[in-house]
């Protein structure tokens, strides 16, 4: 009876680590969460929305000034000697005027504008970026939760057939009684293990369904993909280049020093004298109609723009000492993910070459020998208790090493380890 309500328990266990909704919703592979993010995160939509608003001051950057026009009615006289005749003397007059703009402003102004876009498109591709690295990390948490949940579960499982022939043994008079209560006890700790992945698999879906922006129910939502490592990677140089060549934000430091060198010929051209030309047309009893022309130039002694001169100069060194940072970052984040991947494989190629076998193999055979009474309950304990911490290490490995290439993607602005 004992054995069976373990086993029902196993059985719930595992019904509880895969979600109910698997048969009515497929798992999810990393290319479906990645292409669900960029159409429902707000945040990227939100900075797509910013984009466009870029777009729409090119309209306005390029718009010509407006002319003015002036309408005087002039010498009412209602009061005048002759009351039959009050707009006798009336002096319509109807003038225009139209600032024109020297030095190439408006193109400098759009190109500036133009400029602000592509600039802007580079910072969205750099946020991009770094959030499709947070939805990654998210995408490895659940799939190393998910391993996690699976190695429990059958700990769970191997350790209760155990206990099963222990329970025999002891029936058998084999074992002491105080030999059976310790290893019930023991079991408390594969239980604790299955809790609490199960907790971690739960919170790392919440994560991932909040950056999707998701309602499903946790249950009815599953990713799947390849768990594991590789040997074939990008050498050092390669991922240099490969950064240089990709990363956003270098991308974005370059065209902040070319909007920075549009910006000070602007400032330049918007030093220089813009007249204003007007016509106006009018009537001046005894003349019945008139016409006049005249320019108007702004002299220009003291503003001279001298002000947005010198800042928009100082704007060009600060964004090619800021370009010179981002470069340094750039080798760094790749020199620094490119170690930090190389150390996550050398451990999991012992582990996967040496340490699993070694671990299975003392487990298998200190449990074979305790079962025959060639071993000690201390020695079976440690066993198992190297086991299981053996392979779950080697699981945190994989998502380390998993975690890493998710840094190295990011750190060269592409996808190099899938």
Known sequence: MQRLTRCLWIVAAIAGAVPSG?????????????DRFEATNPTMLAARIGIDESKAQETTAYLRPN?????????????SGNPYRPLGSLMPLVSASYLHERGGKRELRLESAQKGTALAQSQLADQERTLLFTLRNAFVQTLQQKSVVALATENLAYYDHLL??????????????????????????????LQSALVNLRTAKIQLLTLLNDRTPIEQFDVTGPFEFTEQILTLDELHQTALANRPDLKAAMQSVDKARTDYHLAVANGSTDPTFGVDLGRNPPIPVYIGFSVTVPLRIFDRNQGEKARTQLDIQRNERLQDA??????SDADSAFATL????????AYKNKYLE???????????????????????????????????NYLNLVGSYMTAASQLNMAVGTEVIQ
């Open 164 to 193: 099963g022939v222990s329970s025999e043994r002891f029936k058998a008079g084999d074992i002491a009684q105080v030999d059976l209560d310790r290893l019930e006890l023991q079991r408390v700790q594969f239980e604790t293990d």
């Open 22 to 34: 698997a048969f009515a919703q497929n798992a999810l592979n990393w290319q479906q969460v990645k």
């Open 342 to 349: 190389n150390s996550s494989r050398v451990l999991l190629r």
């Open 358 to 392: 070694q671990a299975t193999r003392v487990r298998d055979t200190v449990s074979f020998s305790y079962q025959h009474g060639g071993a000690s309950l201390l020695d079976f304990l440690n066993a198992q208790n190297d086991y299981r911490s053996v392979q779950l």
């Open 67 to 79: 002319p003015d026009m002036t309408t005087t009615l002039d010498q009412f006289a209602p009061f």
């Open 326 to 331: 981002t470069g340094a970052q750039v080798f």
